[in-house]
């Protein structure tokens, strides 16, 4: 059994920068994947970027520029740190396992995911 689990969301300022963090628990990193997803508010979940086992990274075309995703394989740990936010960043966001191999995002395919974290991006 893999679980996962989410961290570092809440109210955040436009224009800010956050990291959220994910930690893996059940077999380590180099096992497998992991992606981050975003649910916007009554919209479809989007995948935002992903790390293969390997370490290649992911990011589909509109999320090239301020998404950025990195782990720490001692620790179980992958972070996303986002730059500039803005309100339509608002929303879940969720970490996921499984296999990634391309920035075509609807290809990922994830076998085990987190419960989300909530991300406010408003004054």
């Known amino acids: 059994q893999v679980d996962l689990v989410e961290s570092g969301g809440g109210l955040v300022q436009p224009g800010g920068p956050l990291r959220l963090s994910c930690v893996v628990s059940?077999?380590?990193?180099?096992?497998?994947?992991i992606g981050w997803f975003h649910q916007a508010p009554g919209k479809e979940r989007e995948g935002v970027t992903c790390?293969?086992?390997?370490?290649?990274?992911y990011y589909p075309a509109s999320k090239k520029d301020r998404f950025t995703i990195s782990r720490e394989t001692a620790k179980n740990m992958v972070y996303l740190h986002i730059d500039k936010l803005k309100p339509e960043g608002t929303g879940v966001y969720y970490c996921?396992?499984?296999?990634?191999?391309?920035?075509?995002?609807?290809?990922?395919?994830?076998?085990?995911w987190g419960k989300g974290i909530r991300v406010t991006v408003s004054e």
């Open positions: 996921a396992a499984g296999g990634c191999y391309s920035d075509y995002a609807p290809s990922w395919g994830m076998d085990y």
């Open positions: 790390i293969s086992f390997d370490e290649s990274t």
């Open positions: 059940g077999h380590t990193l180099s096992y497998f994947a």
